[in-house]
């Protein structure tokens, strides 16, 4: 058995196109720009490269996009009032600071401090309240594109056993949550699992959807996977044989049913979501 590859990169192609039709529609009927900002902080080669990504499909999607830099040495308090300025402009409707933050300042205050209704990364504390009690604002933009892979790709996700494996704030926990709620896209059993986590291999082969996300290169294995199970490889690693997942892709392909490759997987279906959440905070504030 060979696994079907999930295509995100085309998936992420086909999403972009929907959401530029919307921003074309948008704003031909209320005259308004859609428009992200964007905060760099320090000169962190992979920093550079998301950033310059998302500004490039914001302009495809017909998303106006702002580039905010500051010098690795700026204090807390500089980068607290570029958010504060930021907030009060109503030109943006979305706003992102991209992580990570140089060790003097601290990211949490500054996530508290964005305007819960431009946060389209979805990390402010009402945010993700709102998503637990499965009244979001926005989803995520890393859980929100796994969910449209497997929805998109007709993977059954109701009454199915999603193991997850890693607890992150980003990725982890919110996709946990997302995949719990009821109704479409949910409805899944869920087990979270992390570095504390008691043969952690016995339970990944229980898994009808297996989803990485520990940031470890190739962590899982092909023993850890159910025969025809789903692998969803979310982590982004650099070794000396250029980027891999967390998965033994070449080993998984012969045990699972379908998995996604890394590069071409997860990656663009952020953008993608990072897209659709702008759009909507646009929607929102005019």
């Known amino acids: ?13 086909t999403i972009r196109e929907e959401i530029r039709d919307e921003v074309s529609r948008f704003v031909e009927q209320r005259g308004v720009q859609p428009c ?17 990504n998302k500004q490039r499909a914001c302009e495809r999607a017909g998303i106006a996009s ?7 040495t700026c204090g807390e308090d500089e980068l607290l009032q570029l958010v504060a300025e ?13 992580l990570p933050l140089p060790a003097q300042i601290r990211a949490e205050k500054v996530l508290v401090a964005v305007d819960p209704a431009k946060d389209v990364d979805a990390f402010h504390p009402e945010n993700v309240g709102r998503l637990v009690q499965g009244r979001p604002r926005f989803l995520p933009c890393t859980p929100h594109g796994v969910q ?4 998109r790709e007709s993977i059954e996700i109701a009454g199915a056993h999603v193991v997850i494996v890693g607890r992150s704030d980003i990725v982890g926990k919110p996709l946990a949550n997302m995949l719990v709620q009821r109704g479409a896209g949910g ?10 986590t008691r043969e952690l291999a016995d339970v990944t082969r229980s898994a009808d959807i297996l989803i990485a996300a520990i940031g470890r290169a190739r962590f899982i ?11 969803i490889d979310v982590g982004i690693n650099r070794t000396d044989d250029g980027l891999v997942g967390d998965v033994d892709f070449e080993a998984a392909l012969a045990v699972a049913g379908a998995i996604t490759p890394v590069p071409g997987g997860v990656g663009p279906l952020t953008i993608a979501m990072l897209l659709h959440n702008t759009l909507a905070a646009a929607g929102a504030l005019i």
């Open 1 to 13: 058995m060979t696994a079907r590859i999930l295509d995100g990169k085309a998936l992420a192609a």
């Open 36 to 52: 992200l900002a964007a905060v760099l902080v320090g000169e962190d080669p992979a920093s550079q490269v998301y950033v310059r």
């Open 66 to 72: 702002q580039l905010h830099r500051l010098a690795e």
């Open 86 to 98: 930021l907030n009060a402009d109503p030109a943006v409707h979305g706003m992102l600071v991209q």
């Open 148 to 151: 449209q892979l497997l929805v």
């Open 221 to 231: 294995t092909a023993d850890m996977i159910k025969p025809g199970a789903t692998v």
């Open 187 to 196: 409805d899944a059993t869920v087990t979270l699992c992390h570095s504390r």
